[in-house]
């Protein structure tokens, strides 16, 4: 089934319920959002020769206009390809090149210029919401028939070998990662209000389907980002207001909600997860706001729906295993299997950590065009997940580590190997190797250990300018720490755990740790 048929139910049941808001402004309900998904798709047909399977690419920040385009796309049988718009030109020309996109969608149309797109692509502005007039006629009143094998969503996260990979979900993974969420996470309610200051190309994106069947309320901030205030404002606006929230996110709430004097009024659901959420942190979360709070743990590969940690097993402080249960990641949602495994892929006893591994409907049907890095991560149907944990007696799963050297900062994954080989193109640069520090405030930051061909040719502040010709900002290092030797085993391999140990504890020597 094309998940776009439940815009379409919404539409037929609920014309005239409201359905997008900027800010406290509504600006479409159900009818209007539907006749505007089906006008874009016939553009989409018509206009630009997009047929069915092909992809189209959004690189664009929040706005209701996004939400209108993933449809439209969905809607004439096409993939959305969601980019992070934080990620440099270079890269999103990449991702579009290797998704094989014909059209990637931007917030003024102007991203690339300078920058050269893969041949039979091309930018688009994005439309201003409710410009396009209905085209007449009997096509696509329903959207183009689809298989759940079909693909249906494109996401690329970076790996650790280098370049982003293309995650295939199709609409059979969204319809039941969609269904677990009412399930295993929060009930929707037609009253309720989702509000997207997190980025819609992540995992606030795919919340917006179980939203769109209920016939919920799809909120984006003015501001089409992040904004404790500006949030605390929608929440006592429109009431009974949900969202996805990194831990960091959740961090700033608190401090500024306990600044002023705001006790979580009008919010009906923080679900947080993406990275690390500390117990004292979660504490300070609960005081300030009360039960309000639900963790999950998913990646692309299985989005959204891996474990989940439901509000009142968080709240339940009196509980006496109340410590170890909150700081886990809760227990495996509805429609997935997980256990832990060694290394050949056989389970575990409880308490023995290993690698997490998940199998079930969300699961990805692959990397896109990458069939070597599909065999690695699906193995006899499971989903090696490449996280390590543990789980309980009771079926709580712990995450300890992660065998792939990811750094969560902010909710958003930056992955080592990308930005050493950035940092190895400068000519001064004789080695790199980047790890990731705790940080208070971001979870986790960037640390670039870097070795000079000649001594100070260089400083930080010289390779950061350049590092941010070539990179993204958000995944720049936040420090630069020069040295004349990496430690290495006897294979020549850089060892990050000697660098991660140094930088808890600097006054050791760096290479005899």
Not at 155 to 172: A, D
């Amino acid at each position: 089934m094309n998940i776009a048929h439940w815009l379409l139910d919404a539409a037929q049941r609920w014309p005239r319920r409201a359905a997008l808001f900027e800010g406290l402004r509504r600006v479409a309900d159900y009818q209007t959002f539907a006749v505007q998904a089906r006008a874009r798709a016939l553009q989409l047909r018509h206009g630009f020769g997009i047929a069915p399977g092909e992809r189209v690419a959004l690189l664009m920040n929040n706005s209701c206009g996004y939400l209108e385009l993933l449809y439209a796309i969905w809607w004439s049988g096409a993939v959305a390809v969601p980019i992070n718009s934080k990620l440099h030109a270079l890269e999103a020309a990449w991702i579009a090149g290797n998704a094989g996109a014909r059209l990637i969608y931007t917030d003024d149309g102007r991203v690339f210029e300078g920058t050269e797109l893969p041949p039979g692509c091309r930018e688009l502005a994005t439309p201003a919401l409710g410009t396009f007039v209905p085209v007449p006629g009997e096509e696509l009143l329903e959207p183009h028939p689809r298989q759940d094998s079909d693909l249906a969503w494109l996401f690329y996260t970076s790996g650790t070998t280098g370049r982003s990979k293309g995650v295939m979900l199709s609409h059979g993974n969204l319809l039941a990662m969609s269904l677990c969420y009412p399930l295993d996470v929060d009930p929707v309610a037609a009253g309720d209000a989702v509000v997207y200051a997190a980025p819609l190309s992540h995992g606030a994106g795919l919340y917006n389907f179980i939203h769109v069947r209920c016939g919920a309320r799809h909120v984006v901030p003015v501001s089409r980002g992040f904004q404790a205030q500006e949030l605390f404002e929608l929440a006592q606006g429109l009431g009974q207001v949900s969202l996805f929230a990194a831990p960091t996110m959740v961090k700033r709430m608190v401090e500024e909600a306990r600044r002023q004097g705001y006790d979580g009024q009008g919010i009906k659901t923080i679900v947080y997860g993406g990275g690390p959420m500390y117990l004292a942190d979660l504490a300070q979360a609960l005081d300030t706001f009360g039960p309000r709070l639900v963790q999950i743990y998913g990646q692309g590969e299985c989005p959204m729906t891996i474990t989940a940690l439901s509000r009142e097993t968080i709240a339940d402080r009196a509980h006496a295993d109340w410590p170890g249960i909150a700081a886990s990641v809760g227990r495996a949602q509805a429609c997935v299997e997980v256990r832990v495994v060694d290394a050949a892929g056989q389970p575990l006893a409880p308490g023995e950590p290993g690698e997490i591994a998940v199998r079930g409907t969300p699961v990805m049907q692959g990397y896109w065009d990458n069939p070597q890095a599909t065999q690695a991560a699906l193995v006899d149907g499971w989903l090696r997940t490449g996280d390590i944990g543990f789980l309980d007696e009771q079926g709580y799963l712990s995450l300890t580590d992660r065998c792939k050297d990811v750094i969560i900062s902010g909710g958003s994954n930056i992955y080592p190997r990308e930005v050493e080989e950035v940092l190895m193109q400068h000519p001064e640069v004789f080695e790199a190797c980047v790890v990731g520090e705790a940080d208070a405030e971001w979870g986790e930051s960037v640390v670039a250990f870097v070795v000079l061909r000649s001594p100070d040719s260089l400083d930080a502040q010289a390779l950061n300018q350049w590092f941010l010709t070539c990179m993204a900002s958000f995944k720049k290092p936040k420090k630069y720490l020069f040295c004349t030797e990496l430690p290495k085993n006897s294979y020549g391999k850089i060892l990050k755990t000697r660098l991660r140990q140094w930088l808890k504890d600097p006054s050791q020597s760096l290479t005899n740790l």
